[in-house]
C-alpha cells in the first residue's frame, strides 16, 4: 500500500470536508475493506474523526488536526490493506471488548476503528495516530480479529 499524504496545511477547512465527502461519502462509491466488508461513512462524521481536544479530559474536539487530516486517504488503504493487524475494539462504555468493534492497525501506530453493524456492513468509527507506547500496547494484546 502505498499510504499517501494530502497536503492538508494547504487547504481551507471547506476543501478537506468536500474531499473527505468526495472519498468517503458517496454511495456510489463504496468503501470495501479487504474482506469485503462495506464500510458506511457520512459528512458528520469528519468532527469527531479530524478534530481533537484541546483538553483530552474534556473531549471537546475544538482544535482541527492537520495531522490528522493529512493522512485521510490512509482510512481507506488502512481497511483494505490485507497485511494490517487487525484486532477487537475495546469498548469504554463497558469497559470489555466488544466483538462488533474492529480495529485496524497499519504502519505501526495508526488504526481505523469500524462498528460491524451486520454481515458484511459496517459503519466507521474514527482513525487516528496512536501516541502513546502504552494505548498501542493494549491495542496490540487485545484479542485478534476472527
Not at 499510504?3 to 462509491?29: F, G, V
Not at 487530516?69 to 494490517?84: H, N, R, V
Amino acid at each position: 500500500m502505498t499510504y499517501k499524504k494530502i497536503k492538508s496545511y494547504e487547504m481551507s477547512e471547506a476543501d478537506l470536508r468536500a474531499l473527505w465527502k468526495t472519498e468517503y461519502c458517496d454511495p456510489a462509491k463504496p468503501v470495501l475493506t479487504f474482506d469485503g466488508i462495506r464500510v458506511k461513512f457520512f459528512p458528520d462524521m469528519f468532527d469527531h474523526a479530524f478534530y481533537e481536544s484541546d483538553d483530552w479530559k474534556e473531549k471537546d474536539k475544538s482544535i482541527l488536526s492537520l495531522n490528522r487530516c493529512e493522512k485521510m486517504l490512509w482510512i481507506k488503504e488502512a481497511l483494505q490493506d490485507s497485511t494490517a493487524k487487525i484486532k477487537v475494539g475495546w469498548q469504554a462504555k463497558t469497559k470489555s471488548y466488544a466483538g462488533s468493534r474492529r480495529v485496524t492497525i497499519v504502519k505501526g501506530d495508526y488504526v481505523v476503528i469500524i462498528q460491524v453493524q451486520k454481515e458484511k456492513e459496517a459503519r466507521f468509527v474514527t482513525a487516528y495516530q496512536v501516541h502513546k507506547e502504552e494505548t498501542m500496547k493494549k491495542i496490540l494484546d487485545g484479542p485478534d480479529w476472527k
